[in-house]
Structure formats: C-alpha cells, structure tokens
C-alpha cells in the first residue's frame, strides 16, 4: 500500500525527478508502519526504476524518471513468464519497427545519422566475428528507434531485439549472404531516413524486418522464447 501510494505521488509530480522522498524515519512516523515495512515499500520502488537508493549520511531514495529501460525490463519479463512463440515475437517486430522508422525520417538528427552509419559499417564488415556482427546489427535497429525519439517505442525494441537474438540460431542462419543482404537492406532504410521520407523508410524497413522473419522460421524449428536472467 505505501508503495503503490509514493508510486502514484511521483508519477502524479509530487515528488520531480532529483528530489528525495521523506527519510525512513519520518515515513515510518507518518504513517505508523515499521521500518522494515517502509524499506521494502522503497525496494518495491527501486525494482520499478521509480526511485535510486543511495547510503551514507547524504543518501536516501531519490526519484528517477521512468525511461525506455524500464519499458525494456517490463517486456522482457512479459516474454519470460508467458513464454511467447519466437513467430509472435516476428510478428510484433514487423509491427512496430516500420513505425519507428518512419518517425526516424521524420524527428532524426545529424547525430542520429552519424550512430546509424556507424553500425551499419560494421554490418558490412564481412571480416569481423558472428557477434560483432550481430551486436553491430542491434545497433543499427536500435538506432533507429533512437532516432524516433519516441521513449516507449525505444523500449519495446530493446526489449524485442534481445529476445529475438537470444532465441535465434544465429550460427546456423547468418552466412556472407545474409550479411551483405542486411547491410543493403539497412543501407536502404538508412538513405530514406537521411532523405527524411517517412512513406519509403516504413516501406524498406517492413519489407526488410519481414523477410529475416520469413527466413529466421525457415531454420528456427524451436517455437519457444528462452532468455537468461541477464536480459
């Protein structure tokens, strides 16, 4: 119950990003319950990104405003307990990543072009390692949803790559041909965003997320989700 009512004060505003929420000893006075209640109420908090706990003299629980990694870790739970088909997955990557490059053509910055040419370089390094590889193709995708600007979408992608990669038998899948038809594809996406043309960046973007789904069930013969506990 405390919990749940600091959670509604610091989303309400009640307590701005930065600021510290009322010391244990005064929580425990307002609202007579005992301390061990109160510190696991602020765990609760801390759990859900709302709050940073820090010790010593000057410390306390601090509030955080929630970003797109608490998006990702809520989603990334979802795919855990419900134990989601790997095609569903697919499916809401189909889904959402044309979105966000559409808005990536739309909101995206210099800055933002500079990370997506960089990753997309590394893609096309057909030299360096399966992971290098793949963590430079996360990137990229990544970056696009960066470049959208839009937090909650940010999250759900983050959150989706990593299920996808971890799910996938990337060394029975990637060979020199998927990688040079990945770094076109993302080449391709990469110049619509540049161009700011949203109607071509949605369209590269579906047809390319669609035909790795297609291949990706082609070779992927388990339809179970599994992550380990670091995603």
């Known amino acids: 119950m405390l919990a749940g009512d600091l959670r509604e004060r610091i989303l309400r505003g009640d307590f701005p990003a930065g600021t510290a929420l009322p010391p244990e000893r005064e929580l425990v006075n307002q609202t007579r319950m ?10 609760i908090l801390e759990v859900q990104g709302l709050v940073s706990i820090k ?21 990334s739970l979802l795919i855990r307990g419900q134990q989601l088909r790997l095609t569903a997955l697919l499916e809401t990557r189909e889904a959402i990543e044309p979105a966000c490059a559409g808005l990536a053509a739309k909101y995206r910055t210099d800055a933002d072009l500079a990370i997506l040419d960089t990753a997309n370089r590394t893609v096309g390094d057909l030299d360096i390692p399966l992971e290098q590889f793949l963590q430079a193709n996360v990137d990229w995708h990544l970056a696009v949803a960066g470049a959208s600007h839009n937090e909650l979408l940010t999250g759900f992608m983050s959150a989706l790559s990593k299920a996808i990669y971890s799910s996938t038998e990337n060394t029975a899948f990637v060979d020199e041909q998927v990688r040079r038809t990945t770094y076109r594809a993302h080449k391709t996406v990469t110049d619509a965003i540049r161009a700011q043309d949203s109607a071509a960046a949605m369209r590269r973007m579906s047809k390319h997320v669609h035909g790795y789904a297609e291949a990706v069930v082609q070779v992927e013969e388990r339809t179970q989700i599994t992550l380990d506990e670091t995603h």
């Open 55 to 75: 010790t010593g003299r000057a410390g306390g629980a601090f509030v955080r405003q929630p970003d797109g990694d608490a998006v990702a870790t809520s989603v």
């Open 34 to 43: 005992s301390r061990t209640t109160v510190r696991e109420a602020l765990r």
